[in-house]
Each structure stands twice: as C-alpha cells, then as structure tokens.
C-alpha cells in the first residue's frame, strides 16, 4: 500500500556539454555579480578552475576561489571557508568539483550566514550532491561523519558539463560510478522509498549499469560521460527523497577511521551488505536486477547480486580492508560507528553490532 509522502522540488539543472560556459548567465539569473568559488587544489592543477575563472572574467563576474577542501572535507576546512566567504561578502557561491567541494560549499554557504544561493557544478559522477542541502563532513576529533545542511543552502541551480568529466582517470570514474551505482540500489531498497524514488532510482541503476563500464574503458568517449552523469544525478534525486542505508553507513565509517576514498570504501562491502539484507529486500532486488538487464529469472535476488558483482567486478575497485589499513582489533570502533550513522536506520533489515562486526570481519 501507498502512504503518504512528500517530495521537495530539487534544483533547476542546466544539462550538456558546453554548460559551464553559461556560469555567468547563471550567476545574473539568481540576482548576484559576484561569485564565491569552492573547489580543491587538484581541479586547479587540471585546470578546470582556471576555465570557470576565465568564463567569469570574461563576463565580468567578480569572484574568489577557496580550494583549501580535501577529499573528505573536515569541519576546520569549513570553519576556514566560511570566514572566507564572510570576508569576500555578498556573493553567490559556486561549488565546482567532485562531492567533496559541493559538500563542503553548503556547510560553507550555511556558516558564512550571508544566505547566499548555491550553483553547483560536478566535475565527476558519482554523488549527486547537487541534488539536496546537505553535506557529509568529517568530525576529526570524533573521527566521524556528521551532516550538515539546510534546505536554505540546497542548489538553486545544477551545472552537469559531461565535459568535464573527460579524460577523468578510471580508478576515480570506478569509485564515484560505485557510489552512483549504490545511491541506487540502496533508494530501491530504502525504508523511504515511494513511487517517485523508485523511478528515479530505476532508471539511475539502469544508465550506470550501461555506460559506466564504458566511461571506465574509454575516459573521452563524451557520449557515455553524459549518460553516466545522467544516471548518477537521477540516482542523487532518488536518495535525496528516500534515504540510504548501511552500504553508506559502513562506507562512511570505514572512511571516517582511514581516509579510504568514498566509492571504495562502499565497495569493499556492496555485496556482502546487499546479501545481508535480502530477505527483506525482494521486490527491490527485482527492480535492480531488470535495470541490469536480467531478463527472466526464478530467482531476483541471487541475479541481482550476481549482475551487481559482474559489473563492479572488472572495474577494480573492491579492497579487502586490511588492504585499506583496518585491522581486526579496529573493526569494533568502526561497526560502532557504522550503527550510529543516520543512513543505517534506513536500511530495510536494521542490523545490530555483533551483526556489522561480522560483517565487517567476512571482508578483512
């Protein structure tokens, strides 16, 4: 049965190749003339900040570039940023890069206090960041993640350039893929999911599931950047409505205790968290297998599974965790951790520590 829900209106996206260069028309359109950008230091050494710089100055956009934001952006990197942006005034802030700098840019924008809008900009496809008003931010005193947000920084407007996306290197287009890929399969599954997620997420799994081994192959083949940027930012608007689950509660524990990159974090648990979770996620699992292109089977979820695994699995990306610097005397600290995040209570089977420590102990 159908209950009732509510859905936000998300941001207006301006999709296609070529996009950025309309960022100051962007700009005008939300009543400013001046920009705050944040991104990181590697987007400048690629040299995509100094194209958006050149596109501002061009059209006379003021502007200020905060790139001090690592991947997995901290608290004193947001304190930083947003006695920045106080310091460069009114202005619209512009979160260019990969999720780190979107998420870091709404903490940024909400403690700047200046209630400036957001246009954000990805530069890969993975996180959908563009999607909501929140960021996942790390505590490194509490060595956890924690959100922070408010519907007053969500995106006003969402830049997808698959241009930029070219030539991103194949390790980096397979873990940020794996998060797209995961944004969906756990939004079938979610405990908040509606028809309105479903949709979104069906069809995100369905696109990432076709290009992204083609992105991943091939880093300047323009048509499968574009619709892999499609699916991870479809698969963005479905978690946004439905929530996650415990792949992103691992996942986010296991970053938080080594650094490990996000995607890879995930992935080092997808499958094993998919089959904990199976009894309770049937009809969802049929829905992921068909976006797979599973097409008859007397048994949906051992095929979504396995299409799962047939897909990541050429990809590299999965890591046993001592490969990623755990130990079994650390595994308690990160299952506690895991059982705290937001994201766990989500999940379709809520799962207790002893069964999370298992877990983690079946991928060490």
């Known amino acids: 049965m159908t209950t009732r829900f509510t859905v936000e209106p998300t941001a207006r996206v301006e999709f296609g190749p070529g996009a950025v260069e309309n960022l100051p028309d962007f700009v005008a359109d939300l009543g400013h003339t001046r920009a705050f950008v944040v991104t990181d230091a590697g987007l400048r050494a690629a040299g995509i900040v100094g194209r958006v710089a050149k596109i501002l100055d061009a059209a006379g ?54 209630g400036a809008p957001l246009i954000a900009v990805p530069t890969t496809s993975g996180t959908g960041a563009e999607t909501n008003g929140f960021g996942v931010i790390e505590d490194p005193v509490a060595r956890r993640k924690v959100y ?70 091939d880093g300047a083949d323009l048509e499968a950047r574009s619709q892999l940027m499609l699916g991870a930012h479809l698969a963005g608007q479905a978690l946004t409505i439905s929530g996650l689950g415990l792949v992103h509660g691992i996942g986010h524990a296991i970053t938080a205790h080594t650094g490990t990159p996000h995607g890879v974090a995930l992935a ?32 949906w979820t051992a095929a979504a599974i396995g299409a799962v695994r047939e897909l990541t699995g050429p990809l590299d990306v ?31 089977r809520l799962p207790t520590e002893p069964e999370v420590l298992d877990l983690l102990r079946s991928v060490l």
């Open 148 to 217: 922070l947000g408010d519907d007053s920084v969500r995106p006003r407007i969402a830049v997808l350039d698959p241009e930029l996306t070219l030539g991103l290197p194949a390790p980096a287009t397979a873990a940020t893929g794996v998060d797209a890929l995961v944004h969906g399969v756990e939004s079938l599954a979610s405990r908040g999911a509606n028809p309105v997620s479903v949709a979104y997420a069906a069809q995100a799994v369905s696109l990432v599931g076709r290009w992204l081994p083609v992105a991943y192959r």
């Open 268 to 299: 080092a648990v997808l499958e094993e968290v998919l089959t904990f979770g199976a009894a309770e996620s049937a009809v969802a699992y049929e829905q992921v297998a068909r976006a797979l292109l599973v097409e008859s089977t007397e048994d």
């Open 61 to 114: 956009v003021e502007h200020e570039v905060y790139d001090d934001i690592s991947p997995n952006p901290t608290t004193v990197e947001v304190d930083r940023g947003a006695a920045r942006a106080r310091a460069f005034g009114t202005a619209a802030v512009i979160a260019l890069g990969g999720g780190s700098p979107l998420d870091a840019a709404k903490a940024i924008a909400l403690g700047a206090g200046t």
């Open 318 to 348: 999965k890591r046993p965790l001592r490969g990623l610097g755990l130990d079994a005397g650390r595994l308690p600290a990160v299952a506690a951790t895991a059982l705290a995040d937001p994201v766990t209570s989500n999940s379709p």
